[in-house]
């Protein structure tokens, strides 16, 4: 079964504070990684999809990459409006639902 | 483009009661799937729909169900409430059925069971 692991489940940074979020994942014949932002009471915006080791997507402050047991998103001089909670998501196999992990909630201090 | 959209976007129900909440795919999309949320399990996904044929289906009861119409929109229905369904109930559209599709997801009903 494909499984997702987010870490931290928390981080608070300071404006302009860079730093990186972890997503550890176990999936048989990975066909997509996504990463999405879910503000509180909304549903998750799409942010992302990565398809192979190596791979690299940029977006504003935020920039994800990709090995063949994780993936990174890192945070380059974040600002308050980028605090929320990071979902990352796997398809794998024949089974084309996505598998969340629980989320990384970021608070961007001013 | 519109979104997804899903209505009602809020829901208060008592226990034993059912429920049915409806999800307006994008435009030309064609497959649907649902998601709960909630605090302690996150999002597990429950059901998706292609063509009006469910394709695949998570471990929830069968007190959970779901249908697709022709024009793509899906509803999704939950018989018998319990206190455990209350949550935020996400639909998400992609264009096709692939593995490597992004889904989109519309705001959710937050669904109380009292």
């Known amino acids: 079964e494909d499984q997702v692991t987010q870490s931290p489940e928390a981080l608070r940074l300071q404006e302009g504070e860079s730093s990186s979020l972890n997503c550890s994942y176990t999936v048989s014949g990975l066909r997509g990684l996504f990463w999405y932002r879910q503000d509180p009471g909304k549903g998750p915006e799409f942010l992302f999809t990565l398809y192979s080791a190596g791979e690299e997507k940029e977006k504003e402050r935020l920039k994800a990459t990709l090995t063949k047991k994780e993936s990174f998103l890192h945070i380059t001089a974040p600002k308050p409006e980028d605090s929320a909670t990071y979902l990352c998501?796997?398809?794998?196999?024949?089974?084309?639902?996505?598998?969340f992990g629980k989320g990384t909630l970021l608070t961007v201090n001013p | 483009k519109a979104g997804v959209t899903q209505t009602p976007r809020y829901l208060i129900k008592t226990r034993g009661q059912q429920v049915t909440l409806s999800c307006s795919p994008i435009?030309?999309?064609?497959?649907v799937s649902w998601y709960q949320q909630t605090p302690g399990q996150g999002l597990q996904f429950l059901f998706e729909y292609f063509s009006e044929t469910q394709r695949n289906k998570g471990n929830f009861p069968g007190r959970f169900s779901g249908r697709q119409f022709s024009n793509s929109r899906s509803e999704m229905n939950v018989s018998t409430l319990e206190l455990g369904d209350s949550a935020l109930y996400l639909c998400?559209?992609?264009?096709?059925?692939?593995?490597?599709?992004?889904?989109?997801f519309g705001q959710g009903t937050r669904l109380t069971v009292v």
């Open positions: 998501a796997v398809r794998g196999g024949s089974n084309y639902k996505l598998t």
């Open positions: 435009s030309g999309h064609r497959s």
């Open positions: 998400a559209s992609s264009p096709e059925m692939t593995g490597s599709t992004e889904a989109f």
